[in-house]
């Protein structure tokens, strides 16, 4: 997916917002930025649906939610103020970054339980 974004984003952006020069460059930026979020987006996915298959239900839950609400809330809110408008695009990355770390430490921790 990363590739793909990297490789896609002048063409796509040029169908949407190709009318304007200082747009197009605003959403070439943006989007080459946020197109790392893929690289980790895969792990909470995993996490998530996999605890689920466990039926884990809470921890599933806690994931999604930790990833969807409350990281990139808080990104959105808190790193714009400190990189301006490439606050909003790395708020996305890191949300999903801390998202798959939080995965990862509940795969360590219930591993014993699981046996996987």
Sequence with gaps: M???AEGLARPLGMIFV???QGLL???LRGFRIYSFSFLFAGIAIFGSSFFTALGNGLVSA???FLRTLVFQ???VLIFPLIW???GI???IVAAELMAAAVTALFLA???AKYHY
């Design 18 to 20: 190709g009318y304007d």
């Design 73 to 75: 809330a808080a990104a």
């Design 25 to 27: 460059e605003l959403t």
């Design 109 to 111: 921790g219930k591993r």
């Design 89 to 91: 695009w790395w708020s």
């Design 84 to 86: 301006q408008i490439d």
């Design 2 to 4: 990363l590739g793909l």
């Design 62 to 64: 806690l994931i999604a």
